[in-house]
């Protein structure tokens, strides 16, 4: 066999020696980067749980899961008293409408006048939000007594009443910027103002989350101390 043959051929082999050998440690290099990846998966896995199991953490779950049965019980019973909607009353039943629950907005309206229904409109969406206070209505034409009796004059007005007393009243929209294109947030502002909605619900919800968020950062931190 000529020399130049064989050194090529054994060239050739050491090369693909070589060539091999590197598939074999690439091969080797990506089943570490699996398992790696895997174990870090776990960790993050394991992590979680003891996360999940921090007693702060389940204490504000608890009080949380607690609070909100309490409130849906109050809602139910709300509901039952004739709240959570906007409800057309009679003369017959105004005072015990007005008596019944702790905050009430009735509207004294003319079935004819616009702004009447422009109250109505922002009212009807009200009522669902605030279920802490009743919002009815009385046509002031089949309620004479009670509108000689409040002395309302101008329609629409909007007696706002506590624990059957009336404390203030909106009187057409002088409150409101005196114009008809006011808004449904405008108006509940207004009643905010004057105590007889609030947004206390919300601020609870915030109070929960940040609450929430400083057990997972001290638990976090924990962790971190520990390692």
């Not at 896995?45 to 779950?61: A, F, G, Q, R, T």
């Not at 607690?66 to 017959?92: D, N, P, S, V």
């Not at 109505?120 to 802490?132: M, V």
């Not at 502002?189 to 919800?205: A, C, N, Q, V």
Request: glycine residues 6%.
């Amino acid at each position: 066999m000529d020399p130049n043959t064989v050194k090529s051929t054994l060239s050739n082999l050491a090369f693909g020696n070589v060539m091999a050998a590197a598939a074999r440690d690439y091969q080797k290099e990506l089943l570490a980067q699996e398992k790696s990846q895997t174990s870090n998966s776990n960790n993050e896995e394991v992590d979680l749980d003891e996360l999940m199991d921090d007693p702060e953490l389940e204490k504000l779950h608890a009080d949380r899961i607690a609070a909100l049965k309490k409130e849906a019980e109050k809602r139910e019973a709300m509901k039952r008293q004739g709240h959570g909607e906007y409800r057309e009353i009679t003369e017959g039943d105004f005072l015990g409408e007005v008596t019944g629950s702790e905050k009430v907005i009735c509207h004294f309206y003319h079935h004819e006048f616009y702004r009447c229904k422009i109250m109505d409109k922002h009212l009807k969406t009200l009522a669902p939000k605030h279920l802490d206070t009743k919002f009815i209505k009385l046509d002031a034409e089949n309620a004479p007594f009670f509108v000689t009796k409040l002395g309302i004059k101008t329609l629409p007005c909007v007696i706002l009443f506590r624990k059957g007393i009336a404390t203030d009243r909106l009187v057409g929209f002088q409150d409101l910027g005196g114009k008809d294109d006011f808004s449904t947030k405008t108006l509940e502002i207004l009643l905010t103002k004057k105590g007889f909605i609030s947004e206390k619900k919300d601020e609870e919800e915030d109070e929960y989350d940040e609450s929430r968020r400083k057990a997972v950062r001290s638990s976090t931190n924990v962790d971190s101390d520990s390692d």
